[in-house]
Every structure is written in C-alpha cells, then in structure tokens.
DNA sequence: CGCAACACTTGCAGGCCGTGCAAGCTTTAC
DNA sequence: GTAAAGCTTGCACGGCCTGCAAGTGTTGCG
C-alpha cells in the first residue's frame, strides 16, 4: 500500500512536473519573456502564490532537475573499493551516472532546447548547485590514497567534472551516444593532454 | 595630452570603481542584504537610476572585474606558434594572465572576503561569461594540430580553465604562489590522472 | 462519526530589481 | 555663441519574491 505520506509526495512531485512543463512550453512557443510567474501560474491552474511553493524561483522551474544530488555521489563513491585510485572511482562513477540519461533522454529534449536558445539559464541555474556539488566531491577525493595534496585533488574533481560535462554536451550536439564519448574524455585525462 | 573622449572614458572608470567600492564596503559591513540599489547609490552619491548607467545589474557591482576578456584571450592564444601543441599553448596563456593577479592582490581582497562570506555571488558572476570564454577558446583550439576532434578539444579547454581556476582558488585559501600551484595542477594534466 | 492536528492553497501587502522615457544639465564641437 | 551630443535624474511601471494570516482540504484517533 501507499501511506499518506507517500501519496503527499508523488501528487507534489507530478504537480511540480506539471508546472515544469507548462513553463516550458510558454518559453518555448511564445519566446522566454512570456514566461512570467503568472503566465506559468495560468496555465498550471495555480495562483502565482503557489508557484513558489513548490519552486524557490523562477528559473528553477525552467531547468532540468539536477541529474546528480550530493548525498547520492558521495554514497556512490563510498561504494567502490577504497584502494581504487581516486581518478578510476570518478571514472566508474560518473560513468554510471551519465548513462542514466539514456533513459530520460526524450524528457529532457525541451529544456535542451530552450538551454540552447538561452545559454544563460543553464549557466546560472548550474554554477549554484554544481560547485557545492564540487566541494563535496572534493573533500571525499581528498581522503583517497594516492591523492597527493589539496591541489591535486581539485584538478581530479575538476577534470573528471568537466570531462563528463563536455561528453554529455558534445553527444546532445552530435548524437553520439554518451558512453562513448564519456570513454574518450577519461582516456584522454588518463593518458595526460 | 588627453582627448575628451579618453577624459570622459578615464572619469566613467573612476566612478565605476567608487560605485564597486561603495557596494562591497556596505556589503561586508553591514551584510549582503543591506546592499540594496539605493543604498549603495546614496553611498556614492549617484542617484539610484543612475547605478544602472554604470552596472547592468546590482551583482555586477558586487564582483571583481573578469580577470580575462575573450578577445584578449584569443589575442594571446594566436599569438602562440601555430604549431606548439594545443595544451602547451593554454598553459603558457594562463600561466602569464595568472601571474597578473599578483599585481592586483590587494585590490582582490575585498571582493575574495565578499565572496567566501557569499558562494552564490562568484557562482552566478562566473558561470554566465565563463561559459562564453571557454566557447571561444574551444573554437581557438579546435583548429590546432594534434587535436583530433571536438571531445578532445572540450576536453584541453575545460581542463585548462579548470585547472587555473583550481589553482587561483587553492592560493586564495592557502597563501601559497599562484605560480606554483599552477604548475603543479598543469604538471598533473599532462603527465594524466 | 466527530474533532483536533496538520498540510496545502491563496490573497494581500510590500520590498526590491531593472527599464523606457522624457526633461534638464554639462560638456564638446564648430 | 550656439547647436549637438552625452550624462544624470525623476517618474512610472512591470516583474520577482516573501511573510503573514485566513481559508480549505486531509489525516489520525477516540
């Protein structure tokens, strides 16, 4: 069975998408600056009060939702063998992580989009939660053997991070699939530039 | 002699930089939310419709000055030999733009304090016009030899800027030589993770 | 069922950011 | 000396976001 608490959960969770996708929508057919908190609100059937109960701000309702939460990075680096080498557990891990967007790929298509015809929402919405993401990631690296001072740990997480960033942009522009780029990105990192 | 129009560019200047001064003075004293438009105008004795005459938005007032404009950054990449391999040629660029920040410590350290007090404020700054430098650089070095496609290019850009910025932001919390430190993290690149 | 606790939605009021416009003032050019 | 060009300012306005309190549903329990 369901609890209530559940429940509570999933109908929040659906009336989030549905608004998403409404502010979408409005950003893409009628241009971005039509999409106001009350235009969004109208057309998700909710009072531009409510909008912000269920996003802390407009943009927010315009991104994608983060693809990677800290606590779930850190257990899954806490999961691999501790005497990996630090770069091969970023390696696997991202790995894992990125081939989830196959999976969502088709959601994902509309805020590629619009990402696409206003760089600057991506860049804003991913600087806040990418560099906390980066500082956590960071203080696990540092713990790991072979990790030799607080330098070379910022260029492992640094590296690893924008290597998988660039394969996944560069497969959203070619098409090539994520794997295989992601593949070719650390290899280039490990073999030194 | 100084023509009116160096005269009228050198004033603008002077008064940008009370403006910033002002702005970040009010910010550390008094906490970031007592910075508002109007407080910062009366400090520098500007009107608050005139604020936006000097910054686009109240955040600009409140971060440094980029510390590398892309034309600038272009300008020092072609003037590379055409042939010096693509990640020889970031490190040398970064290398000399990094040193520079040497000569402007002193200036820096009201906007550093500013911005350990305040991540949010270097995240967004930095996100929207670095993304553009390193799409510039990226086309820059597409076209160098021994770059075999468009993930290796990503790939020596993004580790580059990532590497310098580790770099900067490791001196900034240590104390050591920027120099140093930038060596190191580039040293770790090309001899690979 | 009935009632108390809790969660969600909404309106209202208000502060702050940012912009277009037009009126005044200062500097520059001839 | 006068016209053109640039800078500052006030005004009005739209948009974002928040705290608060009132109203409406939902849950838990006797």
Redesign the pocket.
């Known amino acids: 069975m369901e609890?209530?608490?559940q429940?509570?959960d999933r109908r929040?969770a659906e009336?989030r998408r549905a608004i998403r996708m409404a502010a979408v929508r409005i950003a893409l057919d009628e241009g971005i600056e039509a999409?106001?908190?009350?235009a969004i609100?109208a057309a998700a059937?909710?009072?531009?009060?409510?909008f912000?109960?269920?996003?802390?701000?407009?943009?927010e309702a315009l991104v994608m939702e983060p693809l990677w939460r800290p606590e779930e990075l850190i257990d899954l680096l806490a999961a691999r063998p501790a005497d990996e080498p630090a770069f091969q557990s970023l390696r696997a891990v991202t790995r894992d992580l990125a081939v989830r967007i196959n999976g969502i790929w088709g959601d994902m298509k509309p805020f590629i989009e619009l990402r696409s015809r206003h760089p600057e929402l991506a860049a804003k919405a991913r600087a806040a939660d990418e560099t906390k993401l980066m500082d956590t990631v960071f203080e696990v690296v540092r713990s790991r053997p072979g990790v030799t001072g607080r330098i070379h740990a910022r260029v492992l997480v640094v590296a690893s991070f924008g290597a998988t960033i660039s394969a996944i942009q560069e497969s959203q522009e070619s098409g090539e699939p994520v794997e295989r780029l992601l593949d070719e990105a650390f290899a280039l990192l490990e073999k030194g530039l």
């Not at 999409?35 to 009350?38: F, K």
């Not at 059937?45 to 409510?50: C, E, L, N, Q, V």
């Open positions: 609890s209530p608490q429940r509570r929040r009336k999409a106001t908190v009350e609100s059937d909710i009072s531009p009060r409510t912000f109960n269920y996003f802390a701000s407009k943009e």
